[in-house]
Structures are given as C-alpha cells and as structure tokens.
C-alpha cells in the first residue's frame, strides 16, 4: 500500500496545485466513514504529469447507495475556489468535474466499492480501506473489444461517403466535422495495431505512450476550410484508414473502401 501522504508530498513543485487539491481530498475521504477507497489514475499518477495536468480520481462508495450529490459537490467545493462545477451521469455512475480559480482540475467518477475487483494498471491507491485495490485489475476498456475493429472501420468510411456528399453540395463545415469522425477511426484503429493501452482513446492514448508511433502523415487530415483543402484531408484520411485498418489486423477490409475512395477521387476530377 502506497504511503499516500508521502507520494503526494513528493509531487514536487510542478505539481503544488494538484498536491494541495489531492491533500485536501484525502482529508475529507479519510474523514468520511462512507468512502472505503479513492484511486488516482492518468498523468500525475504515472509521473507524467505537469502543471497543466488535471486529476483523474475514483472514489469508492460503501453500500449500494451512493452519498448525495449535494454532499459530494459539497466536499469538493471546499477545496478551494470554484470557478464552476459539472455534477452528470456517466456510464450508469456520477461524475463531477471542476475548475478551481488556481487552476486546478479534478474530474471525479464516484462508483460503488464493491464493484472493483482492484486498482487499475499504473493507478495509485491513495486510500484503501478493505484492501480493495491491493491487486490491479484490468479494465473494459484496457484493450479493444473482438469486433471494434471493424465497427471502427466501418464507421470511419461511412465519415468519409459523408464528407463525399457535403463536398456537392458545398457544406464545406460539414465536411470538416466528418474527416473530424474518421481521423478518430484512424487513430483509434493505429491505437490497435501499435499495442497501446486504452485504443478507443486513440490519439491520447498513443501520445501517453513513448513507444506509439503516430499514423504517417497524419497532418494531411487536417483541412484547410476550402473546398480542395476539404477533400485534400479526406483523400489523406481515405489513405489512412485503410493502413490503420491493416495496421490493426492484417486482413481488415470493407468494400465500401473502393466505393468512398472512388467517389472522392471523382470530385478530383
């Protein structure tokens, strides 16, 4: 079990607004006889974090019954200044995430105890009541499910019909926001093929990573807001998805690849 106090105080002085706020917050869990854990995972948890960095925290509930909202809200409010504060559903739990005046961020996901089985890989426990997150566990999301490849794929070319439909009709923002949508496919399918932790996230997720390698070229994905720069970016995001495709699983294919790339390739024209 980590020495939670000492691990934070070691933050150093980078992190001063992130170790205040994360004191802070232990304090007021170890008071709480309601909470039984509370995790830190992402940046500041793995040591890459900076003064930029927000904290990414879960925290364990004994019960079924989550503690109010107001009392959660309650609790983070006093940690410092608030510039605001979001209190939503999310993934069938609640998540809050605030700004505080200094800076700081804490993005907090409450969730009932019991349903961890352990802490996530490179999370840090800072709390542990039961000795819950004395093992690591591996999370839904950790790598990518059997048949997300393909729905990603296909997901990422129908992107790019759209993009081939708003070039006619000259809606050029739309096309924009579609080779938005593929290049998330691209980067989420290359996220595969390199290995890396978490894929669905794909370009954090291969930035998190040194060994990740971005897709080549992706800058030509990026477009200009014209209508050659539109389709410059969706004839670039057409080439990529089709590598990323193979680059997660060698035999990934769609027909819909020849008829998107053709109807593109037509506007060239």
């Not at 900076?50 to 079924?64: C, F, K, M, Q, T």
């Not at 998540?95 to 961020?105: C, E, F, I, K, L």
Request: hydrophobic share 40%.
């Amino acid at each position: 079990m980590t020495d939670a106090r000492q691990w934070i105080h070691g933050l150093g002085p980078e992190l001063a607004v992130q170790a205040r706020l994360l004191d802070r917050l232990l304090t007021a869990v170890e008071a709480d006889a309601r909470w039984e854990w509370l995790e830190l995972g992402c940046s500041v948890a793995e040591g890459r974090g900076d003064e930029l960095s927000d904290l990414d925290v879960g925290l364990g509930h004994i019960g079924d019954d989550s503690p109010p909202i107001d009392d959660v809200t309650n609790m983070l409010r006093g940690f410092g200044d608030v510039v605001d504060l979001s209190a939503q559903p999310w993934d069938g739990v609640h998540r809050w995430w605030v700004q505080y005046a200094d800076g700081g961020q804490i993005d907090l996901v409450v969730l009932p105890a019991a349903i961890r089985s352990g802490k996530a890989p490179r999370s840090v426990a800072l709390l542990d009541r039961r000795g819950r997150l004395a093992t690591t566990f591996t999370p839904r999301k950790w790598a990518a499910a059997p048949d997300d490849p393909h729905r990603w794929l296909l997901d990422g070319w129908e992107a790019l019909s759209n993009v081939a439909k708003y070039l006619r009709r000259a809606s050029l923002l739309e096309g924009i926001e579609q080779i938005h949508r593929g290049r998330t496919r691209v980067l989420q399918l290359w996220a595969v093929g390199e290995g890396v932790p978490y894929p669905e996230f794909g370009l954090t997720s291969l930035l998190d990573d040194a060994d990740a390698q971005l897709p080549p070229d992706i800058e030509a994905t990026y477009p200009s807001p014209d209508p050659a720069g539109v389709l410059s970016a969706a004839l670039a995001t057409a080439t990529l998805l089709y590598r990323a495709g193979h680059h997660a699983q060698p035999e990934l294919d769609t027909p819909l690849r020849h008829f998107v790339t053709t109807r593109l390739q037509t506007l060239n024209a």
